[in-house]
């Protein structure tokens, strides 16, 4: 794996549910990212944080809350979720954000089921 | 506006065969491209890239790509494969000169029959 570390690996909530998905990095980069990963379609970038700050939100519903507290920790905050949200969500670091040809390192994603 | 296309879902191959694996890509300016494999239940690994320089690129696990500017393609290639490199594989590209976002293809499924 890499060194980047999501958690929870599978979650399964109802509707009016409440939760966070929790990604870190250890490889002292930068830039931070979710994406969400759906059967045949090509992968959704939803935000980018550089140096915890938010530089990039993908037109995404406001169901979807995220935090950056510090370079290494990126949270996604759920609620009110519908059934097509369901999906695997995905955490990436990179270097740098600038348009360079630094690569992403992504975490092992959150599967995510809503009922 | 910048897009990437992996024009096959699929690709099979037979163990110890030379395999490619196709992307095209169109940018305003000059590319930077990627190539990531996902195994089950996986994140995405990064294998190769191309910023600049030698047109042939080499990754890990044998795999090595082509750029190719006037084709505008950046296809993956193996000379042998191995039933392990069995994966999903995703091209990516980033315009250089206008944003850094990372725009990935929909993702081909490499298919190594022993």
């Known amino acids: 794996e890499t060194g980047v570390t999501q958690t929870p690996r599978h979650l399964v909530m109802g509707m009016t549910n409440k939760k966070s998905l929790k990604c870190e990095q250890h490889l002292g980069h930068n830039a931070m990212y979710w994406y969400k990963q759906s059967a045949k379609k090509p992968l959704e970038l939803m935000f980018v944080y550089s140096l915890e700050e938010r530089v990039e939100n993908n037109s995404v519903p406001s169901r979807f809350s995220p935090e950056c507290p510090n370079s290494s920790h990126l949270f996604l905050h759920l609620h009110t979720l519908q059934p097509e949200d369901s999906a695997l969500y995905l955490c990436?670091?990179?270097?740098?954000?600038?348009?360079?040809?630094?690569?992403?390192?992504f975490g092992p994603g959150t599967r995510l089921t809503v009922t | 506006a910048q897009s990437v296309a992996q024009p096959e879902d699929q690709v099979n191959v037979a163990e110890g065969n030379p395999l490619t694996v196709k992307c095209t890509y169109s940018?305003?300016?000059?590319?930077?491209l990627f190539w990531y494999v996902q195994y089950p239940n996986r994140g995405l690994q990064f294998l190769l890239k191309y910023i600049t320089g030698d047109n042939l690129v080499k990754g890990s696990y044998g795999f090595e790509a082509e750029f190719n500017k006037s084709q505008t393609s950046f296809h993956l290639k193996k000379p042998s494969a191995l039933v392990s490199d069995s994966a999903l594989y995703f091209c990516?590209?980033?315009?250089?000169?206008?944003?850094?976002?990372?725009?990935f293809g929909t993702g081909t499924r490499l298919q190594v029959f022993p």
């Open positions: 990516a590209v980033r315009d250089a000169d206008n944003t850094d976002k990372l725009i």
């Open positions: 990436a670091s990179s270097q740098e954000i600038d348009s360079s040809g630094y690569e992403q390192y």
């Open positions: 940018v305003s300016g000059n590319p930077y």
